[in-house]
């Protein structure tokens, strides 16, 4: 299983971005799906996680950052408003995936993707 992400780059602050994460592979069916950064010199924290069935996010961004998933393209989405010098990081997904008739769930990670929010 791979998990592609994209839609970093460079932002002002203020600005918006949208990243998308899609899965590929050996799937039958994915589980909870989350995004994570990794800002420099600090531990990777949560930032946001769905479900089928419901959405959580990290209190720094509240009100600010929307996940989302399209099941049918196995792909979850973060957009990111309002966007501040402070969520510059790389941007990980995470996906857990049932990938056989087990039905355990697998835990996999994308490689990143940079966002820079600078003026």
């Known amino acids: 299983v791979q998990l592609q992400a994209s839609g970093g780059g460079l932002v002002q602050p203020g600005g918006s971005l949208g990243l998308s994460c899609a899965a590929s592979?050996?799937?039958?069916?994915?589980?909870?799906m989350a995004w994570y950064r990794q800002a420099p010199g600090k531990q990777r924290e949560l930032v946001a996680r769905i479900t089928n069935y419901s959405t959580n996010y990290a209190d720094s961004v509240k009100g600010r950052f929307t996940i989302s998933r399209d099941n049918a393209k196995k792909t979850v989405y973060l957009q990111m408003n309002s966007l501040k010098p402070e969520d510059t990081a790389v941007y990980y997904c995470?996906?857990?995936?049932?990938?056989?008739?087990?039905?355990?769930?697998?835990?996999?990670w994308g490689l990143g993707t940079l966002v820079t929010v600078s003026s």
């Open positions: 995470n996906a857990d995936v049932v990938t056989d008739t087990t039905y355990r769930l697998r835990n996999y």
């Open positions: 592979g050996k799937i039958i069916s994915l589980a909870t």
